[in-house]
């Protein structure tokens, strides 16, 4: 039988639903090594696969160059992705710069240069294809595990 295989990635954000998925192993370990074969996933091991991936899930919302030409690979290297909490869904809260008035942006603008910051920070959909969204700060576990299951279904891992 065939495994799922799947990407984890984080960009700007507090990479609270990383630890969500990392906790969740807790429970579905034994499971999920029957279903899953996680390909590029730097929180769980250090050598990683980008190309063939079934689901590339995406945590963060995108601040610079660099990481906007990132998720473009991850697209093309991904047959689905999954924007993964709320900066990756809405841009929030690392989005939240996006609306200061005029006096703080000009405050930060020395900080958004030095580390080559985009003026506006982007949710992943701005930038790339998205499939499907987990919201949440963090994200919602229960949705978290139904959108997986839903990508098992697609691709017949779930009778594992």
């Known amino acids: 039988m065939s495994k799922l295989k799947i990407g984890w990635f984080s960009f700007s954000c507090c990479e609270d639903s990383t630890i969500v998925f990392?906790?969740?192993?807790?429970t579905h370990f034994f499971?999920?090594?029957?279903?899953?074969?996680?390909?590029?996933?730097?929180i769980l091991k250090s050598n990683n696969v980008l190309e063939g991936l079934d689901v590339a899930f995406i945590e963060g919302a995108i601040a610079t160059e660099k990481d906007?030409?990132?998720?473009?690979?991850?697209?093309?290297?991904?047959?689905?992705v999954v924007a993964i909490g709320s900066c990756a869904v809405n841009g929030g809260p690392s989005a939240q710069r996006n609306k200061f008035d005029k006096s703080k942006q000009e405050k930060i603008s020395s900080q958004i240069m030095q580390f080559g910051l985009n003026d506006r920070v982007k949710c992943l959909s701005e930038v790339i294809g998205v499939d499907s969204e987990v919201d949440g700060c963090p994200?919602?576990?229960?949705?978290?595990?139904t959108v997986l299951d839903?990508?098992?279904?697609?691709?017949?891992?779930?009778?594992a």
Request: aromatic share 14%; glycine share 4%; no cysteine.
């Open 22 to 26: 990392t906790e969740l192993m807790n």
């Open 31 to 42: 499971e999920w090594k029957k279903k899953i074969d996680f390909r590029h996933t730097k």
């Open 68 to 80: 906007e030409g990132e998720v473009k690979r991850i697209r093309a290297a991904a047959r689905f």
């Open 139 to 145: 994200m919602s576990e229960d949705a978290f595990l």
């Open 150 to 159: 839903k990508y098992f279904t697609i691709f017949g891992v779930n009778n």
